[in-house]
């Protein structure tokens, strides 16, 4: 969890996932259901079991044990393919915005493995991996613009389609079963 219980309180929509704070959490999960109760706030629970959280939940997904990134990778490439993020806040208060360095690859891009993989030493070179701009920490920033270089958030999260990740996942939830792609 990122927030402090506290904050629940003033969300609109909270993804509650691999946990089950109704039973582990319950001084804690008094929060959560405030903010349902006073502002209509949205619970999404992603879990394999049927817990006192999802019994709540305003929509619970049954995944299968272990398809969390699949199901995550899913939910941000929807998100971003459907113009259901919130772009300034992406760009001015997280990295999103910042260029990543041009040798960066995905393993999408090289047979399964990231950049700088090395066969015969079972290491990797992470040299490609940071931002461009710096040697380490801050880098260079499009600023909302994909100039100079592609913006990681213009880069597919996930190479599966929706119905690809429903059937990964064992979910068989409108987010990914009503997409149109196969």
């Known amino acids: 969890m990122t927030n402090g219980w506290v904050d629940m309180k003033n969300t609109d929509m909270m993804l509650i996932m691999g946990g089950n704070p109704a039973e582990n959490h319950p001084c804690g999960f008094k929060w959560p259901v ?22 709540v939940a305003d929509l619970h997904c049954q995944i299968r044990a272990g398809s969390d990134i699949a199901f995550l990778g899913g939910v941000i490439r929807y998100a971003i393919e459907n113009n259901r993020i919130a772009k300034d806040y992406l760009v001015n208060y997280t990295n999103a915005a910042f260029i990543v360095k041009p040798g960066f690859q995905l393993p999408g891009d090289t047979d399964g493995v990231f950049s700088g993989f090395d066969a015969t030493t079972q290491t990797y070179d992470k040299s490609t991996w940071n931002y461009a701009g710096t040697g380490g920490g801050g880098g260079s920033s499009a600023g909302g613009s994909s100039a100079g270089g592609a913006l990681p958030l213009n880069t597919p999260i996930t190479p599966f389609p929706s119905r690809t990740l429903s059937r990964i996942s064992q979910s068989t939830h409108l987010l990914f079963a009503a997409s149109g792609d196969k």
């Open 34 to 55: 405030e903010a349902k109760r006073t502002r209509n706030a949205k619970m999404i629970v992603v879990d394999p079991r049927f817990t006192r959280t999802a019994a």
